[in-house]
């Protein structure tokens, strides 16, 4: 029989209703979520290189990018549209996929194409004969694995801020900042900046509201009725906006390295981390330079090697401070961290020989002079190199360069727009600069991210109204923290994870990793991927032994007869330490 024309009628209504906001309106927001996105080859200049099994999956159907239409404003689709990057390597076993599990690296401002891959690629190399490389697999057959450079960064549509205007030189030394025309140079830089992303059109819509239902729109294009999601550092504070203003819509949550969605970003991002990467120091890498006084020759007690960094030149604390805070993210760096202050002491040598730094060649040749470590001539050659070729034009570039033009690049506006829209700063003065005397008596050497970062206290643009966490107080995420993450630490995590009844936490004391899953052990990483596959850990907290540091420890072995967890660990490892040397956000 055919239909009645009421018939057909009373069929399309579900269509019309579905393309129309309340009370029959159109919705302006069904364009973008029933586009088609047109998956093609990936550019390979954001695979980095490849293992075998993934470049085999390069050219396959399975790993695809596109790119994919937001509204600029989520409130005004009339605005005109911007375009988001992803990248999807698609479920190996379709019928056992569970749907797309989106990672974000962090930031705010990092790119999610490149970093989240080199992850992917140490999966893909699993060993099947072993139970934790098998479940590894598992991950790669039973979801999609996506990745996405965020509104403002990377692929997508990028925010970038300059001016003309010349940056002032800004004394970030211990000894020298708290002045009145040191201040006067900050305050000015700070508001220059803020003027200059003011002026891009596109800066009030880099916020994580927009960021969170970009990810939505996402969710839904690939087809999915809840969003899975590991986001480390600012992935989690994304996360965790998402998980409140979407809570129905939450599958598996991994948060990694945990900011406090109850805090705001300029309390998490600079005010808590000066003093965490201060205890970092004292209780974790000066004690462990003391145990190995032979191997890194700072002093053979905890205090011998405070005193070591105290007594170098203010100048050079400056820069000393700025390096060390960046080799604080990773364990496996700990050596490292600790041979620039080695090189450090031969730059501040050097600087008696030519007072201001200002001679290269001079330099060079005072450089070459100064005895690193008498006892191993390899370590003392590297540890020059490190002084010329890293200490030293950080030197420059603080305390010699001239001042260039005020341009904030992609990452840098994005984290900039991101952490100025989403929540308040300080705008007074008076009460700035009283906090930053505060965390400067805290953390001498950490502090200068408070006048390198001033721009939100000249804001101009309205802050985004951010979503109620209660809403995901019943959601089951799980949440994965070490004890001296310098970066996200531990006072946040401890306290967002106290208003999560239903949240479940891995955590490492002892470890100042951030970023901790994959952890390379049998605690974290069976913990983590089996959350993913859809077990939840009975206990509300779980406690992972830490991995000693690198002098300290022992070879873990796999049990007799057992395969490691991957086929290649060394390359492994390499891939995983590239990914978490990508966590390191840009402030």
């Given at each position: 029989m055919r239909p009645s024309i009421a018939q057909l009628a009373l069929a399309a209504l579900p269509l019309a209703l579905a393309a129309c906001g309340g009370g029959g309106t159109p919705d302006p927001l069904q364009p973008y979520r029933t586009q088609a996105v047109q998956w093609t080859e990936c550019d390979p200049g954001i695979l980095g290189q490849p293992s075998g099994a993934m470049n085999a999956l390069r050219v396959s159907p399975r790993l695809r990018c596109a790119q994919v239409r937001a509204p600029i404003d989520w409130k005004n689709p009339a605005r005109g549209d911007l375009s988001l990057a992803v990248m999807r390597l698609a479920a190996g076993q379709p019928k056992a996929r569970r749907g797309a599990l989106f990672f974000n690296p962090g930031g705010p401002g990092l790119d999610g194409l490149p970093v989240t891959f080199r992850l992917w690629d140490a999966f893909a190399d699993s060993h099947p004969g072993n139970p934790q490389g098998a479940q590894q697999l598992r991950l790669l057959d039973e979801y999609d694995l996506v990745g996405f450079s965020p509104r403002g960064t990377g692929a997508s549509t990028q925010l970038q801020c300059g001016t003309n205007e010349p940056e002032r030189p800004v004394d970030f030394s211990p000894a020298g900042w708290d002045t009145p025309f040191n201040l006067a140079n900050v305050h000015y830089n700070g508001r220059k900046a803020a003027e200059a992303c003011a002026r891009n059109p596109l800066t009030p819509h880099i916020t994580t509201d927009a960021t969170a239902r970009d990810l939505d729109l996402l969710r839904g294009l690939l087809g999915d009725e809840r969003l899975h999601y590991v986001g480390y550092s600012y992935g989690t504070w994304l996360g965790a906006w998402y998980a409140s203003l979407f809570p129905e819509r939450v599958?598996?949550?991994?948060?990694?390295?945990?900011?406090?969605?109850?805090?705001?970003?300029?309390?998490?991002?600079?005010?808590?981390?000066?003093?965490?990467?201060?205890?970092?120091?004292?209780?974790?890498?000066?004690?462990?330079?003391?145990?190995?006084a032979d191997d890194f020759h700072l002093g053979t007690s905890v205090d011998a090697v405070?005193?070591?960094?105290?007594?170098?030149?203010?100048?050079?604390?400056?820069?000393l401070g700025e390096t060390l805070s960046g080799f604080g993210y990773q364990r496996l760096q700990a050596n490292a961290y600790l041979e620039r202050i080695t090189a450090a002491q031969g730059l501040d040598a050097a600087r008696g020989e030519v007072p201001g730094l200002d001679a290269p060649d001079a330099v060079r040749a005072a450089l070459g002079r100064h005895v690193f470590d008498p006892a191993v001539p390899e370590r003392d050659a590297a540890l020059r190199r490190v002084a010329w070729e890293e200490l030293y034009p950080a030197y420059t570039h603080t305390w010699l360069a001239p001042g260039k033009s005020i341009f904030l690049d992609s990452p840098m506006a994005t984290g900039t727009a991101i952490r100025c829209n989403d929540t308040p700063a300080i705008t007074g003065l008076a009460d700035w600069t009283a906090a930053v005397r505060r965390v400067a008596r805290q953390a001498p050497l950490h502090f200068g991210g408070l006048l390198a970062h001033h721009a939100c206290a000249f804001w101009s643009l309205p802050i985004a109204a951010r979503p109620d966490a209660a809403a995901m107080r019943q959601l089951p995420v799980l949440l994965v923290q070490s004890q001296y993450d310098s970066a996200t630490p531990a006072e946040g995590a401890d306290a967002f994870f106290a208003r999560l009844p239903a949240a479940r936490r891995v955590h490492v004391p002892g470890d100042f990793q951030h970023g901790v899953y994959p952890y390379g052990d049998d605690c974290v990483d069976p913990l983590v991927t089996g959350y993913l596959l859809g077990e939840t850990p009975a206990p509300r907290d779980t406690a992972c032994t830490a991995h000693p540091l690198a002098l300290d420890q022992a070879l873990r072995k796999s049990a007799d007869g057992e395969p490691p967890v991957y086929r290649d660990p060394q390359r492994a490892e390499a891939l995983i330490d590239a990914f978490k040397q990508g966590l390191a956000p840009r402030l």
């Amino acid at each position: 029989m055919r239909p009645s024309i009421a018939q057909l009628a009373l069929a399309a209504l579900p269509l019309a209703l579905a393309a129309c906001g309340g009370g029959g309106t159109p919705d302006p927001l069904q364009p973008y979520r029933t586009q088609a996105v047109q998956w093609t080859e990936c550019d390979p200049g954001i695979l980095g290189q490849p293992s075998g099994a993934m470049n085999a999956l390069r050219v396959s159907p399975r790993l695809r990018c596109a790119q994919v239409r937001a509204p600029i404003d989520w409130k005004n689709p009339a605005r005109g549209d911007l375009s988001l990057a992803v990248m999807r390597l698609a479920a190996g076993q379709p019928k056992a996929r569970r749907g797309a599990l989106f990672f974000n690296p962090g930031g705010p401002g990092l790119d999610g194409l490149p970093v989240t891959f080199r992850l992917w690629d140490a999966f893909a190399d699993s060993h099947p004969g072993n139970p934790q490389g098998a479940q590894q697999l598992r991950l790669l057959d039973e979801y999609d694995l996506v990745g996405f450079s965020p509104r403002g960064t990377g692929a997508s549509t990028q925010l970038q801020c300059g001016t003309n205007e010349p940056e002032r030189p800004v004394d970030f030394s211990p000894a020298g900042w708290d002045t009145p025309f040191n201040l006067a140079n900050v305050h000015y830089n700070g508001r220059k900046a803020a003027e200059a992303c003011a002026r891009n059109p596109l800066t009030p819509h880099i916020t994580t509201d927009a960021t969170a239902r970009d990810l939505d729109l996402l969710r839904g294009l690939l087809g999915d009725e809840r969003l899975h999601y590991v986001g480390y550092s600012y992935g989690t504070w994304l996360g965790a906006w998402y998980a409140s203003l979407f809570p129905e819509r939450v599958g598996r949550m991994v948060l990694d390295g945990v900011i406090d969605f109850g805090s705001t970003l300029e309390q998490a991002l600079l005010h808590a981390q000066p003093p965490a990467r201060q205890r970092l120091f004292d209780e974790v890498l000066a004690p462990y330079a003391a145990r190995h006084a032979d191997d890194f020759h700072l002093g053979t007690s905890v205090d011998a090697v405070r005193a070591a960094v105290q007594a170098l030149s203010p100048e050079v604390q400056a820069v000393l401070g700025e390096t060390l805070s960046g080799f604080g993210y990773q364990r496996l760096q700990a050596n490292a961290y600790l041979e620039r202050i080695t090189a450090a002491q031969g730059l501040d040598a050097a600087r008696g020989e030519v007072p201001g730094l200002d001679a290269p060649d001079a330099v060079r040749a005072a450089l070459g002079r100064h005895v690193f470590d008498p006892a191993v001539p390899e370590r003392d050659a590297a540890l020059r190199r490190v002084a010329w070729e890293e200490l030293y034009p950080a030197y420059t570039h603080t305390w010699l360069a001239p001042g260039k033009s005020i341009f904030l690049d992609s990452p840098m506006a994005t984290g900039t727009a991101i952490r100025c829209n989403d929540t308040p700063a300080i705008t007074g003065l008076a009460d700035w600069t009283a906090a930053v005397r505060r965390v400067a008596r805290q953390a001498p050497l950490h502090f200068g991210g408070l006048l390198a970062h001033h721009a939100c206290a000249f804001w101009s643009l309205p802050i985004a109204a951010r979503p109620d966490a209660a809403a995901m107080r019943q959601l089951p995420v799980l949440l994965v923290q070490s004890q001296y993450d310098s970066a996200t630490p531990a006072e946040g995590a401890d306290a967002f994870f106290a208003r999560l009844p239903a949240a479940r936490r891995v955590h490492v004391p002892g470890d100042f990793q951030h970023g901790v899953y994959p952890y390379g052990d049998d605690c974290v990483d069976p913990l983590v991927t089996g959350y993913l596959l859809g077990e939840t850990p009975a206990p509300r907290d779980t406690a992972c032994t830490a991995h000693p540091l690198a002098l300290d420890q022992a070879l873990r072995k796999s049990a007799d007869g057992e395969p490691p967890v991957y086929r290649d660990p060394q390359r492994a490892e390499a891939l995983i330490d590239a990914f978490k040397q990508g966590l390191a956000p840009r402030l």
